[in-house]
Protein backbone atom coordinates (compact mmCIF):
# COMPACT_ATOMS: atom_id res chain seq x y z
CA UNK A 1 0.00 0.00 0.00
CA UNK A 2 3.46 1.86 0.40
CA UNK A 3 2.60 3.25 -3.23
CA UNK A 4 -0.69 4.41 -4.01
CA UNK A 5 -0.45 5.97 -0.08
CA UNK A 6 2.17 8.34 -1.52
CA UNK A 7 0.23 8.85 -4.67
CA UNK A 8 -2.73 9.93 -2.51
CA UNK A 9 -0.51 11.67 0.05
CA UNK A 10 0.26 14.24 -2.75
CA UNK A 11 -2.57 14.21 -4.81
CA UNK A 12 -2.90 17.77 -5.07
CA UNK A 13 1.01 18.59 -5.77
CA UNK A 14 0.72 15.67 -8.66
CA UNK A 15 -2.31 17.66 -9.95
CA UNK A 16 -0.81 21.13 -9.60
CA UNK A 17 2.49 19.84 -11.17
CA UNK A 18 0.69 18.70 -14.11
CA UNK A 19 -1.11 22.11 -14.78
CA UNK A 20 2.50 23.75 -14.03
CA UNK A 21 3.90 21.70 -16.99
CA UNK A 22 0.92 22.53 -19.36
CA UNK A 23 1.50 26.17 -18.67
CA UNK A 24 5.65 25.97 -19.48
CA UNK A 25 4.59 24.25 -22.42
CA UNK A 26 1.88 27.41 -23.44
CA UNK A 27 4.76 29.81 -22.16
CA UNK A 28 6.98 28.60 -25.49
CA UNK A 29 4.28 27.91 -27.19
CA UNK A 30 3.13 31.37 -27.09
CA UNK A 31 6.94 32.58 -27.86
CA UNK A 32 6.31 30.62 -31.03
CA UNK A 33 9.21 28.21 -29.82
CA UNK A 34 8.79 24.44 -31.54
CA UNK A 35 8.61 21.88 -29.03
CA UNK A 36 11.28 18.92 -30.04
CA UNK A 37 11.68 15.40 -29.22
CA UNK A 38 15.18 13.68 -28.41
CA UNK A 39 16.02 10.52 -28.20
CA UNK A 40 16.40 9.62 -24.44
CA UNK A 41 19.10 6.69 -25.58
CA UNK A 42 21.91 8.13 -27.10
CA UNK A 43 25.71 6.26 -28.30
CA UNK A 44 27.85 8.82 -26.56
CA UNK A 45 26.30 10.56 -22.88
CA UNK A 46 27.66 13.93 -21.58
CA UNK A 47 31.11 13.95 -20.46
CA UNK A 48 31.08 16.23 -17.39
CA UNK A 49 33.07 14.86 -14.91
CA UNK A 50 30.43 14.48 -12.19
CA UNK A 51 28.32 12.53 -14.00
CA UNK A 52 27.77 9.56 -13.85
CA UNK A 53 25.13 8.29 -17.41
CA UNK A 54 23.21 4.53 -16.85
CA UNK A 55 24.19 1.97 -18.83
CA UNK A 56 21.73 0.27 -21.67
CA UNK A 57 22.07 -2.31 -23.63
CA UNK A 58 19.86 -2.71 -26.43
CA UNK A 59 19.97 -5.89 -28.80
CA UNK A 60 18.84 -5.73 -32.63
CA UNK A 61 16.44 -8.55 -34.03
CA UNK A 62 19.29 -10.73 -34.25
CA UNK A 63 20.79 -10.32 -30.85
CA UNK A 64 23.80 -8.21 -31.14
CA UNK A 65 24.51 -5.91 -28.61
CA UNK A 66 24.54 -1.83 -28.65
CA UNK A 67 25.93 -0.17 -25.65
CA UNK A 68 23.80 2.56 -25.28
CA UNK A 69 22.87 5.38 -22.24
CA UNK A 70 20.34 7.38 -21.37
CA UNK A 71 20.92 10.86 -21.62
CA UNK A 72 22.29 12.96 -18.79
CA UNK A 73 20.09 16.03 -20.70
CA UNK A 74 19.23 16.51 -24.57
CA UNK A 75 21.87 19.34 -25.67
CA UNK A 76 23.95 17.48 -27.48
CA UNK A 77 20.91 16.34 -29.80
CA UNK A 78 19.45 19.87 -29.63
CA UNK A 79 22.19 21.23 -30.54
CA UNK A 80 22.72 19.04 -33.69
CA UNK A 81 19.03 20.37 -34.72
CA UNK A 82 20.31 23.83 -34.33
CA UNK A 83 22.84 22.83 -37.00
CA UNK A 84 20.52 21.38 -39.43
CA UNK A 85 18.08 24.77 -39.46
CA UNK A 86 15.54 24.73 -36.20
CA UNK A 87 15.38 27.85 -34.98
CA UNK A 88 14.24 28.61 -31.12
CA UNK A 89 13.26 25.06 -29.94
CA UNK A 90 12.46 23.26 -26.47
CA UNK A 91 11.89 20.46 -25.13
CA UNK A 92 10.10 18.71 -21.88
CA UNK A 93 11.98 15.62 -21.27
CA UNK A 94 13.25 12.85 -18.23
CA UNK A 95 17.23 12.67 -18.03
CA UNK A 96 19.01 10.68 -16.10
CA UNK A 97 21.68 10.47 -13.63
CA UNK A 98 23.25 7.68 -11.74
CA UNK A 99 24.76 8.25 -7.96
CA UNK A 100 22.51 10.90 -7.20
CA UNK A 101 20.40 10.73 -3.95
CA UNK A 102 17.01 9.13 -4.01
CA UNK A 103 15.30 12.01 -2.62
CA UNK A 104 15.78 15.83 -1.03
CA UNK A 105 16.88 17.71 -4.11
CA UNK A 106 17.64 14.50 -6.61
CA UNK A 107 15.89 11.72 -7.90
CA UNK A 108 17.87 9.68 -10.49
CA UNK A 109 15.44 9.65 -12.97
CA UNK A 110 14.06 13.65 -13.02
CA UNK A 111 12.11 16.05 -15.91
CA UNK A 112 14.24 18.77 -17.39
CA UNK A 113 13.22 21.74 -19.70
CA UNK A 114 15.59 22.46 -22.04
CA UNK A 115 15.54 25.33 -24.67
CA UNK A 116 17.32 27.43 -27.58
CA UNK A 117 17.03 30.59 -28.78
CA UNK A 118 19.56 31.02 -32.03
CA UNK A 119 21.01 34.51 -32.51
CA UNK A 120 20.93 35.61 -28.92
CA UNK A 121 22.58 35.89 -25.75
CA UNK A 122 22.54 34.60 -21.84
CA UNK A 123 20.41 37.84 -21.39
CA UNK A 124 17.45 37.20 -23.26
CA UNK A 125 17.44 33.94 -21.60
CA UNK A 126 17.46 35.31 -18.43
CA UNK A 127 14.49 37.20 -19.60
CA UNK A 128 12.59 33.87 -20.29
CA UNK A 129 13.69 32.89 -17.01
CA UNK A 130 11.97 35.32 -15.08
CA UNK A 131 8.95 35.75 -17.60
CA UNK A 132 8.43 31.91 -17.42
CA UNK A 133 8.31 32.03 -13.55
CA UNK A 134 5.93 35.39 -13.61
CA UNK A 135 3.98 33.58 -16.25
CA UNK A 136 3.64 30.09 -14.18
CA UNK A 137 2.81 31.42 -11.14
CA UNK A 138 0.11 33.87 -12.45
CA UNK A 139 -1.51 30.88 -14.32
CA UNK A 140 -1.68 28.59 -11.64
CA UNK A 141 -3.87 31.17 -9.82
CA UNK A 142 -6.25 30.82 -11.85
CA UNK A 143 -6.30 26.81 -12.04
CA UNK A 144 -6.04 27.00 -7.86
CA UNK A 145 -9.28 28.90 -7.84
CA UNK A 146 -10.89 26.33 -10.25
CA UNK A 147 -9.83 23.40 -9.00
CA UNK A 148 -11.42 24.47 -5.45
CA UNK A 149 -8.72 23.01 -3.58
CA UNK A 150 -9.14 22.37 0.82
CA UNK A 151 -8.73 25.41 2.81
CA UNK A 152 -8.45 28.17 0.09
CA UNK A 153 -4.96 26.58 -0.68
CA UNK A 154 -2.21 29.54 -2.18
CA UNK A 155 0.86 28.74 -3.60
CA UNK A 156 3.53 30.34 -1.13
CA UNK A 157 4.44 33.40 -3.41
CA UNK A 158 1.81 34.22 -6.11
CA UNK A 159 3.78 36.99 -8.01
CA UNK A 160 7.49 36.61 -9.12
CA UNK A 161 7.44 39.84 -11.31
CA UNK A 162 10.66 41.56 -10.95
CA UNK A 163 11.49 39.31 -7.84
CA UNK A 164 15.24 38.00 -9.26
CA UNK A 165 18.04 39.80 -8.65
CA UNK A 166 21.10 39.83 -10.92
CA UNK A 167 24.57 39.36 -10.03
CA UNK A 168 27.24 38.94 -12.05
CA UNK A 169 29.94 36.59 -9.80
CA UNK A 170 32.44 38.88 -9.36
CA UNK A 171 30.04 41.04 -7.33
CA UNK A 172 29.01 38.16 -5.38
CA UNK A 173 32.80 37.63 -4.39
CA UNK A 174 33.47 41.00 -3.20
CA UNK A 175 29.80 41.38 -1.70
CA UNK A 176 30.82 38.28 0.65
CA UNK A 177 34.41 37.94 0.85
CA UNK A 178 35.72 41.56 -0.06
CA UNK A 179 38.16 39.71 -2.45
CA UNK A 180 38.31 40.93 -6.10
CA UNK A 181 37.27 37.53 -8.27
CA UNK A 182 39.96 38.57 -10.55
CA UNK A 183 42.67 37.82 -8.50
CA UNK A 184 41.57 34.54 -7.77
CA UNK A 185 41.21 33.29 -11.52
CA UNK A 186 44.34 30.95 -11.25
CA UNK A 187 44.40 27.72 -9.51
CA UNK A 188 47.66 28.58 -7.22
CA UNK A 189 45.47 31.90 -5.67
CA UNK A 190 42.65 29.61 -5.62
CA UNK A 191 44.33 27.20 -3.52
CA UNK A 192 45.83 29.87 -1.44
CA UNK A 193 42.72 31.11 -0.30
CA UNK A 194 41.26 27.72 0.26
CA UNK A 195 44.10 26.74 2.76
CA UNK A 196 43.54 30.37 4.16
CA UNK A 197 39.74 29.28 4.66
CA UNK A 198 40.85 25.89 6.44
CA UNK A 199 39.33 23.47 3.79
CA UNK A 200 42.05 21.55 3.89
CA UNK A 201 42.30 21.42 0.23
CA UNK A 202 44.13 18.26 -1.48
CA UNK A 203 47.51 19.44 -3.95
CA UNK A 204 46.02 17.84 -6.81
CA UNK A 205 43.10 19.61 -6.36
CA UNK A 206 40.99 21.40 -9.84
CA UNK A 207 40.55 25.27 -9.60
CA UNK A 208 37.09 24.21 -10.21
CA UNK A 209 37.29 22.09 -7.33
CA UNK A 210 38.69 25.12 -5.26
CA UNK A 211 36.62 27.51 -6.50
CA UNK A 212 33.23 25.32 -5.39
CA UNK A 213 34.85 24.70 -2.02
CA UNK A 214 34.78 28.84 -1.44
CA UNK A 215 31.82 29.31 -3.62
CA UNK A 216 29.56 26.49 -1.37
CA UNK A 217 30.58 27.59 1.94
CA UNK A 218 31.13 31.33 1.34
CA UNK A 219 28.43 32.13 -1.14
CA UNK A 220 25.93 29.45 -0.75
CA UNK A 221 24.37 31.26 2.13
CA UNK A 222 24.30 34.67 0.83
CA UNK A 223 22.35 32.80 -1.56
CA UNK A 224 19.92 31.64 0.65
CA UNK A 225 19.56 34.74 1.99
CA UNK A 226 18.66 36.76 -1.44
CA UNK A 227 16.33 34.06 -2.20
CA UNK A 228 15.87 34.69 -5.96
CA UNK A 229 19.02 35.40 -7.55
CA UNK A 230 21.17 35.12 -11.38
CA UNK A 231 24.32 34.53 -11.09
CA UNK A 232 26.49 35.57 -13.85
CA UNK A 233 29.86 35.67 -15.91
CA UNK A 234 31.87 32.45 -14.66
CA UNK A 235 35.26 32.28 -14.18
CA UNK A 236 36.60 30.55 -17.86
CA UNK A 237 38.05 27.34 -16.50
CA UNK A 238 33.99 26.72 -15.47
CA UNK A 239 32.93 27.49 -19.35
CA UNK A 240 31.63 24.13 -19.87
CA UNK A 241 29.83 24.48 -23.08
CA UNK A 242 29.59 28.44 -22.94
CA UNK A 243 31.53 30.45 -25.14
CA UNK A 244 33.98 33.20 -23.64
CA UNK A 245 33.67 37.44 -23.62
CA UNK A 246 35.49 38.94 -27.00
CA UNK A 247 36.65 41.13 -24.86
CA UNK A 248 37.69 39.70 -21.32
CA UNK A 249 38.20 35.47 -22.08
CA UNK A 250 38.79 35.08 -18.38
CA UNK A 251 35.19 34.99 -17.84
CA UNK A 252 32.65 32.72 -19.37
CA UNK A 253 29.17 33.41 -20.59
CA UNK A 254 27.63 31.39 -18.10
CA UNK A 255 24.88 31.49 -15.66
CA UNK A 256 22.70 29.95 -13.19
CA UNK A 257 19.66 30.66 -11.64
CA UNK A 258 19.08 30.06 -7.26
CA UNK A 259 16.18 29.86 -5.50
CA UNK A 260 16.94 30.02 -1.78
CA UNK A 261 20.29 28.54 -1.99
CA UNK A 262 19.31 25.67 -4.54
CA UNK A 263 20.23 25.62 -7.73
CA UNK A 264 17.17 25.39 -10.91
CA UNK A 265 18.87 26.12 -14.03
CA UNK A 266 21.90 26.70 -15.55
CA UNK A 267 22.40 28.83 -18.86
CA UNK A 268 25.23 29.04 -21.07
CA UNK A 269 26.11 31.25 -24.58
CA UNK A 270 26.86 28.65 -26.39
CA UNK A 271 30.23 27.44 -27.59
CA UNK A 272 30.23 27.50 -31.58
CA UNK A 273 34.03 26.83 -31.80
CA UNK A 274 34.12 22.82 -32.69
CA UNK A 275 38.29 23.07 -32.43
CA UNK A 276 37.78 24.75 -28.91
CA UNK A 277 34.99 22.45 -27.68
CA UNK A 278 36.60 18.75 -28.46
CA UNK A 279 39.91 20.53 -26.69
CA UNK A 280 37.45 21.05 -23.60
CA UNK A 281 36.12 17.53 -24.45
CA UNK A 282 39.11 16.12 -23.92
CA UNK A 283 40.32 17.62 -21.03
CA UNK A 284 36.88 16.37 -19.32
CA UNK A 285 37.96 12.86 -20.69
CA UNK A 286 41.11 13.87 -18.81
CA UNK A 287 39.54 15.07 -15.79
CA UNK A 288 37.23 12.08 -15.66
CA UNK A 289 40.72 9.49 -15.98
CA UNK A 290 42.33 11.63 -12.32
CA UNK A 291 38.79 11.09 -10.51
CA UNK A 292 38.89 7.36 -11.73
CA UNK A 293 35.58 8.01 -13.69
CA UNK A 294 34.76 5.55 -16.36
CA UNK A 295 35.79 7.83 -20.00
CA UNK A 296 33.90 7.95 -22.66
CA UNK A 297 34.53 8.56 -26.29
CA UNK A 298 33.87 11.92 -27.63
CA UNK A 299 30.70 12.25 -29.82
CA UNK A 300 32.43 13.83 -33.37
CA UNK A 301 28.91 13.85 -34.91
CA UNK A 302 28.49 16.83 -32.26
CA UNK A 303 31.41 18.42 -32.77
CA UNK A 304 31.04 18.01 -36.51
CA UNK A 305 27.67 19.90 -35.67
CA UNK A 306 28.78 22.64 -34.31
CA UNK A 307 30.95 23.98 -37.51
CA UNK A 308 27.31 24.81 -38.73
CA UNK A 309 25.24 25.81 -35.33
CA UNK A 310 24.05 29.55 -35.57
CA UNK A 311 25.50 31.45 -32.85
CA UNK A 312 22.81 30.80 -29.63
CA UNK A 313 22.03 30.41 -26.10
CA UNK A 314 20.20 27.68 -23.78
CA UNK A 315 19.39 26.69 -20.79
CA UNK A 316 18.22 23.22 -18.59
CA UNK A 317 15.59 23.91 -16.06
CA UNK A 318 14.71 21.53 -13.79
CA UNK A 319 11.21 21.20 -13.31
CA UNK A 320 10.77 19.31 -10.75
CA UNK A 321 12.40 21.69 -8.67
CA UNK A 322 10.53 24.23 -10.49
CA UNK A 323 7.40 22.67 -9.14
CA UNK A 324 9.30 22.22 -5.57
CA UNK A 325 9.37 26.10 -5.44
CA UNK A 326 5.92 26.96 -6.74
CA UNK A 327 4.41 24.32 -4.14
CA UNK A 328 6.79 25.11 -1.49
CA UNK A 329 7.86 21.07 -1.47
CA UNK A 330 11.10 20.81 0.35
CA UNK A 331 11.45 17.35 -0.79
CA UNK A 332 11.78 16.35 -4.39
CA UNK A 333 9.72 12.93 -3.50
CA UNK A 334 6.19 15.27 -2.54
CA UNK A 335 6.13 15.94 -6.83
CA UNK A 336 6.97 12.63 -8.34
CA UNK A 337 4.16 10.30 -8.80
CA UNK A 338 6.83 7.22 -7.42
CA UNK A 339 10.23 8.48 -6.75
CA UNK A 340 13.30 6.32 -6.74
CA UNK A 341 12.93 5.71 -2.96
CA UNK A 342 9.68 4.73 -3.19
CA UNK A 343 10.58 2.20 -6.49
CA UNK A 344 12.88 0.56 -4.05
CA UNK A 345 11.75 0.83 -0.61
CA UNK A 346 11.18 -2.44 1.42
CA UNK B 1 40.07 8.30 8.53
CA UNK B 2 37.06 7.96 6.14
CA UNK B 3 35.44 9.82 3.05
CA UNK B 4 32.25 11.28 2.09
CA UNK B 5 30.57 7.67 2.08
CA UNK B 6 30.60 7.27 5.71
CA UNK B 7 28.42 10.39 6.08
CA UNK B 8 25.47 9.99 7.99
CA UNK B 9 23.46 11.14 10.70
CA UNK B 10 25.50 10.27 14.39
CA UNK B 11 29.19 9.66 12.39
CA UNK B 12 31.65 11.79 14.49
CA UNK B 13 34.31 13.92 13.15
CA UNK B 14 36.94 15.85 13.91
CA UNK B 15 37.28 19.23 12.59
CA UNK B 16 40.52 21.62 12.90
CA UNK B 17 40.75 19.78 16.76
CA UNK B 18 37.51 19.78 17.29
CA UNK B 19 34.79 16.65 17.74
CA UNK B 20 31.58 17.06 15.99
CA UNK B 21 28.73 14.77 14.94
CA UNK B 22 26.90 15.02 11.96
CA UNK B 23 23.26 15.87 12.53
CA UNK B 24 22.20 16.32 8.75
CA UNK B 25 22.98 16.09 5.62
CA UNK B 26 21.85 16.66 2.18
CA UNK B 27 23.40 15.45 -0.92
CA UNK B 28 23.77 18.20 -3.70
CA UNK B 29 25.10 17.53 -7.80
CA UNK B 30 25.05 20.43 -9.85
CA UNK B 31 26.15 18.50 -12.89
CA UNK B 32 28.03 21.03 -14.23
CA UNK B 33 29.93 21.18 -11.30
CA UNK B 34 31.21 19.54 -8.32
CA UNK B 35 28.92 16.98 -6.47
CA UNK B 36 28.93 17.96 -2.27
CA UNK B 37 27.64 16.77 0.90
CA UNK B 38 26.68 19.63 3.15
CA UNK B 39 26.13 18.67 6.43
CA UNK B 40 25.28 19.62 9.68
CA UNK B 41 26.87 19.19 12.71
CA UNK B 42 27.04 19.60 16.62
CA UNK B 43 30.19 20.08 18.64
CA UNK B 44 30.41 17.20 20.99
CA UNK B 45 30.10 18.55 24.54
CA UNK B 46 29.05 22.28 23.59
CA UNK B 47 26.03 23.69 21.82
CA UNK B 48 28.10 24.86 18.73
CA UNK B 49 26.37 24.34 15.86
CA UNK B 50 28.23 24.84 12.10
CA UNK B 51 27.52 23.48 8.86
CA UNK B 52 30.43 22.17 6.86
CA UNK B 53 30.31 21.10 2.58
CA UNK B 54 32.60 18.24 2.04
CA UNK B 55 33.07 17.40 -1.89
CA UNK B 56 31.85 13.95 -2.67
CA UNK B 57 34.68 11.54 -2.54
CA UNK B 58 36.66 13.55 -0.07
CA UNK B 59 38.68 12.10 3.08
CA UNK B 60 36.93 13.01 6.01
CA UNK B 61 38.57 12.89 9.57
CA UNK B 62 35.65 10.42 11.06
CA UNK B 63 36.41 9.14 14.76
CA UNK B 64 35.86 5.66 15.27
CA UNK B 65 32.70 5.38 18.48
CA UNK B 66 31.33 2.62 20.23
CA UNK B 67 27.99 1.27 19.78
CA UNK B 68 25.85 0.30 22.52
CA UNK B 69 22.06 -0.78 22.79
CA UNK B 70 19.78 1.06 25.22
CA UNK B 71 16.14 0.72 25.66
CA UNK B 72 14.36 4.12 26.14
CA UNK B 73 12.68 4.84 29.20
CA UNK B 74 10.94 7.74 30.27
CA UNK B 75 11.56 11.68 29.88
CA UNK B 76 11.99 14.67 31.92
CA UNK B 77 12.35 18.04 31.21
CA UNK B 78 15.15 18.34 28.50
CA UNK B 79 16.32 14.83 29.67
CA UNK B 80 15.52 11.82 28.05
CA UNK B 81 16.64 8.50 30.21
CA UNK B 82 17.53 5.06 28.50
CA UNK B 83 18.62 1.76 29.99
CA UNK B 84 22.11 0.77 29.24
CA UNK B 85 21.31 -2.74 27.76
CA UNK B 86 24.67 -4.59 29.21
CA UNK B 87 25.26 -2.55 32.50
CA UNK B 88 22.00 -1.94 33.52
CA UNK B 89 22.94 1.52 34.08
CA UNK B 90 20.21 4.84 33.15
CA UNK B 91 22.17 6.89 31.02
CA UNK B 92 20.82 10.37 30.09
CA UNK B 93 20.64 11.92 27.17
CA UNK B 94 19.97 15.68 26.52
CA UNK B 95 17.17 16.49 24.11
CA UNK B 96 19.53 18.57 21.56
CA UNK B 97 21.75 15.07 21.28
CA UNK B 98 18.34 13.90 19.85
CA UNK B 99 17.06 16.63 18.07
CA UNK B 100 14.09 16.09 16.06
CA UNK B 101 13.78 12.21 16.29
CA UNK B 102 12.75 12.45 20.28
CA UNK B 103 9.11 12.73 18.40
CA UNK B 104 9.48 8.68 17.27
CA UNK B 105 10.47 7.72 21.05
CA UNK B 106 8.31 5.36 23.19
CA UNK B 107 8.43 3.74 26.60
CA UNK B 108 10.35 0.35 25.74
CA UNK B 109 12.14 1.10 21.94
CA UNK B 110 15.47 -0.50 21.47
CA UNK B 111 17.82 1.86 20.06
CA UNK B 112 21.23 2.56 19.16
CA UNK B 113 23.48 5.01 21.28
CA UNK B 114 27.10 5.94 19.57
CA UNK B 115 29.49 6.50 22.89
CA UNK B 116 32.28 9.05 22.34
CA UNK B 117 34.10 8.34 25.74
CA UNK B 118 31.34 8.10 28.10
CA UNK B 119 29.32 10.34 26.29
CA UNK B 120 26.44 9.44 24.51
CA UNK B 121 26.34 11.75 20.90
CA UNK B 122 23.98 10.23 18.86
CA UNK B 123 21.19 7.85 18.98
CA UNK B 124 20.26 6.01 16.24
CA UNK B 125 16.34 4.68 16.06
CA UNK B 126 15.10 1.67 14.20
CA UNK B 127 14.07 1.95 10.53
CA UNK B 128 10.24 1.54 11.55
CA UNK B 129 8.37 1.58 15.30
CA UNK B 130 5.27 0.38 15.43
CA UNK B 131 2.32 2.60 17.42
CA UNK B 132 -0.73 2.21 18.36
CA UNK B 133 -3.85 4.89 17.07
CA UNK B 134 -5.18 6.59 19.69
CA UNK B 135 -7.15 9.27 17.68
CA UNK B 136 -8.25 8.65 14.17
CA UNK B 137 -11.04 10.86 13.26
CA UNK B 138 -13.65 8.71 11.24
CA UNK B 139 -13.10 8.50 6.73
CA UNK B 140 -15.59 11.01 5.37
CA UNK B 141 -16.56 10.14 1.43
CA UNK B 142 -15.87 13.40 -0.15
CA UNK B 143 -15.09 14.56 -3.42
CA UNK B 144 -12.35 12.99 -4.63
CA UNK B 145 -11.03 16.18 -6.51
CA UNK B 146 -10.48 17.66 -3.24
CA UNK B 147 -7.36 16.00 -2.65
CA UNK B 148 -9.08 14.51 1.20
CA UNK B 149 -7.24 11.06 0.77
CA UNK B 150 -5.49 11.45 4.03
CA UNK B 151 -5.87 11.88 7.31
CA UNK B 152 -3.98 13.12 10.56
CA UNK B 153 -4.03 10.32 13.21
CA UNK B 154 -2.56 10.84 16.60
CA UNK B 155 -0.60 7.54 17.87
CA UNK B 156 0.22 6.40 21.60
CA UNK B 157 2.98 8.19 21.91
CA UNK B 158 1.66 11.63 21.06
CA UNK B 159 3.16 11.74 17.71
CA UNK B 160 1.08 13.11 14.37
CA UNK B 161 0.78 12.02 11.39
CA UNK B 162 -0.80 11.64 7.74
CA UNK B 163 -2.87 8.30 7.16
CA UNK B 164 -4.91 6.72 4.36
CA UNK B 165 -7.90 7.30 5.26
CA UNK B 166 -8.91 3.74 6.03
CA UNK B 167 -7.13 3.72 9.61
CA UNK B 168 -9.13 3.38 12.37
CA UNK B 169 -8.86 3.57 15.87
CA UNK B 170 -6.55 1.11 18.08
CA UNK B 171 -4.76 -0.27 14.76
CA UNK B 172 -1.24 -0.77 14.82
CA UNK B 173 0.51 1.15 12.26
CA UNK B 174 4.45 1.69 11.41
CA UNK B 175 5.87 4.85 11.12
CA UNK B 176 9.17 5.30 8.72
CA UNK B 177 11.87 7.04 11.05
CA UNK B 178 13.76 8.31 8.37
CA UNK B 179 10.73 9.74 6.36
CA UNK B 180 8.62 10.71 9.16
CA UNK B 181 5.92 8.81 7.32
CA UNK B 182 2.90 5.90 7.57
CA UNK B 183 4.82 3.01 6.41
CA UNK B 184 1.71 0.46 6.58
CA UNK B 185 -0.43 -1.85 9.06
CA UNK B 186 1.85 -2.82 11.16
CA UNK B 187 0.49 -6.69 10.39
CA UNK B 188 0.92 -5.89 6.89
New interface residues.
Given amino acids: ??H??HI??N??NL?LRSHIVRCIREFFWDKNFLEVETPLIVRYPGQ?P??SPMKVDIRDELGKIFRGHLH??PEYTMKKMLASGFKNIFSICKCF?NE??FG???NPEFTMVEWYRVSSNIFEIMDDVEQVFAFVAEEMQTVISN????NNYQLPITNYQNSFVRMQMRDLWKEVLDVDLDDYLNRDKMFELCVQK?YNP?EDESY??LF??VF??EM??KLREIGNIIVYHYPAQ?A?LSKLYDDDPRYAERF?VYVDGM?IA?AFSELTDAGEQLKRLQDEQEERRR?GKEIYDIDMEFIESLRNMPECAGIALGVDRFVQVLLGCKNINDVLVLPM?KLFSS | MGDTTDIKKGTVVRH?GQLFVITSF???????????F?CKLKAIGGDKGM???Y???E?IDTVQVQHTNLQYLYSSGDMYSFMNQSSYETVDVSADVLGDDSKFLKEGIDVVGSMQGEAIVAIQLPKKISYKVVTAPPAVKGDS??????KEIELDNGLKI?A?IFIKEGEEIVVNTE?G?????AS?
Wanted: charged residues 30%.
Fill in positions: MNTFSKKSEENLTSRESGLHLKLEKKEEYRLNEPMAEENLS | NQFVNPGKGQAFKEITKSGTTSGNVTQPTEYGGRE
